[in-house]
């Protein structure tokens, strides 16, 4: 209270803001009679002069940020015929800041990006646009490319079905570069999976823009990206578990926790389960995969909803994205979940993979020297931004005042009889033509709406958010006369939904939501849809008991309140003080979630110093300038130090107690190395030390004598490579397994972070010896058996880099077989054969054509 009495009489720290930056508009404004009256040609000059002053050093980005705005103004109103409102100045501003620019659906973040992108740019480290998916990357950047070029700067698009190496390095290359958080993520874990500098496509992370910030760097946060391959270790017993599962009885032999998402055996459910699985202790070190596979069928068969939480699409599970409805195709839950959600279904069980690289969106976006974003909803958020991200949040105002109309929620007894009111609504604006968008939280809740409407004869759209072009689309046109629309809170987002006077005066367009999603954020979302610049308009949320979010967090208190009231079916309430309630059940999931994804980031902080290590040193051995002959002597020399010490032998150490004998029986099993014992008993520890190593080296130079330098090299480098991949993979999964079981530590009054962060340290430490150790045992034995040890150096070479130039081909042939198929399909007449041999006409065979995924009109 005191905070806002102290905001009403000196203004929020929100507003002094953005009277400073109402100061920078002027300075921009007043710049406009300099550059109008110029030519393109001198415009260009203008800005040129600009340019090379930032590169020289003799200005900073800061210095000519206002000429830079102003004279990008100019050139967009010439060249896209869109001159840049004073919002959206200060928009710029917040980005080039650093900071977050949350601006109202319709205020045009895409022209706004532009300003900063051009200003930072003008360095030529290259400026980064991350969007949520590939229809908008290519959209946004192919929109804005003659802008940029006009200004003599270079653009390109990653898209997700780029495979080529040096078409993607080029596009990286310049000078403003558009893609997906996604590819930009996983390009990263690839670039630190490569064998050559050749196959690596980024070039550093300089400044980045987050577009739709709060769906990246919050939503889909909470879970990392993770480049996994198939792993030789199979947790079997999956269908036993699921059938187990199905056996045990809720409330007696476990309980169900559905706010924290968790399933928990009581004593009975132990007993029984061992019973059986016929084992006698559950909890047994080698009964312990039988106890993971039980969790996991039970929060499979009692926690995650088929067709909420995940779909199967022709026998494969496949999870539905929680917040944008979406289905993530090639992403599978850890830990075995996946598996047990294919058991519950009854599809093939796919094999348990093990993670090859991983990183946290959190962790990659903060390694961007400068990181910015925008969009239309992140207050709600704002301390997670600054916790997380160090990123300040500022509200800008609205170039035409918002006039739309946000109704009270009404709140009904069942959702039956909210889905019969939501129906009857939408068939009294649907008779008057005004546009209707509704809002549902999941896949399962549209198409129950999508049967009623069919019931009732209504001509309708459903957008289940599977094809983003196609959503892009369909949400555009969602403003039109007579259109009704169903659609999960996120489809379409970015695209903005335009209605035209005639719309206007039957009164814009009309949003329903069926229910509030557990984040405030994502419903503000939804409402923003309608009074786009200034536009009228009409929301209303319709709620019953039985949504989940009431259900879980707070139907209790509203249930009272309605008993009290007498409400008869079919009738609903409409109270601020149950919206409150909404709210601040709302709020608990918020804080819920918010404090899931500090506990990812505070684990991943500790995976990421290691994997920042990792990757720093795998870049060096990439580098044809690093000194690998140099790094192979000093390994050498440490090695043989940790046989010393394993032996007994160390500095300051009697020379009597000396076990030589255990040091070269080491040798000889390790680098199948003999040496006598008798011919060192005289040795101190730092003759023996430098004798032994010597003899290691002399034994290692004889063999490589006869290559080059440059073979040497590079067998070394590439050797040294294969090592640390392999000790890598093996780290990360130590480092899954432990993170697992960590938690268990609280139980004995330990915080199970402080425990892996030092269980992590140790097991890294090991990481590094077994890399080094590995690497020198690898190099000593090779051996090259034909006359020619050159040529037979070259050929281990090639061998280690086989399997790169296998995958690489494969990628090719499969890429050509998939244009000849395209080329085919458009030759092929519908009554031809069909060319896959079927004897079939190709309309019946590989040309038939089903329903459009997700897309259902009637």
């Known amino acids: 209270m005191l905070q806002a009495l102290m905001g009403k009489i000196f203004g929020t720290s929100n507003d002094r803001e953005l009277k400073r930056y109402k100061k920078m508009v002027n300075r921009i404004n007043d710049l406009e009679q300099k550059y109008k009256p110029l030519s393109d040609d001198a415009l260009k000059e203008a800005f040129n002069a600009i340019k090379e002053s930032v590169l020289s050093g003799a200005q900073s980005l800061d210095d000519v940020l206002a000429d830079s705005f102003a004279i990008t103004r100019e050139a967009s109103s010439r060249v896209l015929n869109m001159r840049h409102f004073d919002v959206q100045l200060v928009g710029g501003i917040v980005l080039h800041e650093g900071k977050i620019a949350e601006m109202k659906t319709g205020e045009g973040k895409t022209l706004v990006a532009t300003l900063p992108i051009v200003l930072n740019a003008m360095t030529g480290n290259g400026v980064h646009l991350v969007t949520v998916n590939d229809y908008l990357a290519s959209r946004d950047g192919n929109e804005m490319r003659p802008l940029y070029e006009f200004l003599g700067f270079s653009v390109g698009v990653i898209l997700e079905n780029m495979h080529d190496p040096m078409v993607k390095r080029e596009v990286y290359g310049a000078d403003i570069t558009y893609g997906t958080n996604n590819e930009f993520g996983f390009d990263y874990l690839r670039d630190n999976m490569s064998y050559s500098r050749q196959n690596m496509v980024q070039r550093g992370h300089n400044f980045v ?124 839950y850890s830990e075995g979940l996946h598996q047990a959600l294919e058991a519950k279904e009854n599809v093939d069980i796919k094999e348990e993979t093990q993670t090859l690289a991983d990183i946290t969106f959190q962790n990659y976006f903060r390694m961007y020297n400068k990181l910015a974003g925008m969009t239309g909803t992140a207050q709600t958020e704002a301390t997670e931004f600054a916790q997380i991200y ?99 809170n996120m489809a379409g987002r970015g695209v903005d939904i335009k209605v035209n006077d005639e719309v206007k005066a039957l009164g814009g367009l009309y949003i329903i939501g069926t229910e509030r999603h557990e984040n405030r954020r994502i419903d503000n979302q939804l409402r923003g849809r309608s009074g786009r610049q200034g536009d009228n308009g009409t929301t209303q949320f319709y709620l019953s008991l039985e949504d989940s979010l009431l259900r879980i967090f707070g139907s209790d208190k509203i249930k009272s309140i309605m008993e009290r009231l007498g409400v008869e079916d079919g009738e609903y309430i409409e109270s601020k003080m149950v919206t409150r309630a909404v709210e601040k059940a709302q709020k608990k999931v918020e804080n819920m979630h918010y404090e899931g994804r500090k506990h990812i980031v505070e684990y991943d902080d500790v995976a990421n110093e290691q994997r920042k290590i990792v990757y720093k040193f795998r870049n060096q051995l990439l580098d044809t300038e690093f000194d690998i002959a140099s790094k192979v002597d000093e390994i050498r020399g440490q090695y043989i130090e940790h046989l010393l010490n394993n032996s007994g032998i160390f500095n300051g150490g009697a020379k009597e107690d000396f076990n030589l004998e255990k040091v070269f029986k080491m040798l000889h099993e390790e680098i199948n190395l003999e040496l006598n014992p008798a011919d060192y008993v005289s040795f101190e520890y730092e003759e023996l030390l430098e004798a032994v190593t010597q003899n290691v080296k002399k034994v290692y130079d004889d063999k490589m004598s006869a290559l080059d330098a440059s073979t040497r090299g ?145």
């Open 714 to 858: 590079e067998v070394e480098r590439e050797l040294y490579l294969k090592e640390l991949d392999s000790a890598w993979r093996e780290h990360l999964y130590a480092m899954d397994n432990m993170k697992t079981g960590i938690r268990l530590r609280a139980y004995n009054q330990k915080d199970p972070l402080v425990e892996y962060k030092k269980e992590s340290f140790n097991l890294f430490t090991e990481l590094v010896e077994d890399i080094k150790f590995n690497t020198i045992k690898t190099l000593q034995i090779i051996q090259f058996r034909v006359q020619d040890p050159e040529e037979e150096a070259r050929r281990v070479a090639e061998q280690l880099d086989i399997q790169r130039k296998i995958q690489e081909a494969a990628m090719q042939f499969n890429r050509q077989l998939e244009e000849e198929a395209n080329d085919n399909k458009a030759k092929v007449s519908r009554n031809d054969l069909c060319p896959c041999g079927s004897g079939k006409k190709y309309k019946l065979c590989c040309g038939k054509s089903g329903p459009k995924k997700g897309v259902f009109a009637s």
């Open 390 to 488: 160090g990123l300040d949040v500022i509200s800008i105002p609205t170039n035409i005042p918002i006039s739309r109309v946000d109704l009270n929620d009404l709140i009904y007894k069942t959702e039956k009889e909210k889905f019969e009111a939501v129906i009857n609504t939408i068939k009294k604006l649907s008779q008057t033509g005004q546009p209707v968008l509704i809002g549902t939280a999941s896949i399962e809740k549209s198409e129950a709406l999508h049967e009623f409407l069919k019931k009732e004869k209504i001509a309708h759209t459903v957008l289940n958010a599977k094809n983003h072009a196609q959503e892009g689309e369909i949400i555009k046109n969602a403003g039109a006369k007579g259109a009704v629309t169903i659609a999960t």
């Open 209 to 332: 823009i987050v577009d739709e910030v709060d769906s990246i760097l919050i939503d889909e946060a909470r879970t990392p990206l993770i480049i996994s391959g198939p792993t030789n270790r199979t947790l079997k017993d999956f269908k036993d578990a699921n059938r187990i599962a199905l056996a045990l009885v809720k409330d007696e032999h476990f309980s169900v926790d559905e706010k924290d998402r968790t399933v928990l055996l009581t004593e009975e459910g132990i007993t029984r389960a061992e019973e059986l699985f016929g084992v006698e202790n559950l909890y047994s070190p080698e009964n312990a995969s039988l106890s993971h596979v039980l969790d996991q069928a039970l929060k499979a068969n009692y926690l995650f909803e088929k067709d909420v939480d995940y779909v199967v699409n022709n026998g494969e599970v496949v999870i539905v994205d929680e917040f944008t409805g979406r289905l993530s195709e090639g992403r599978r």
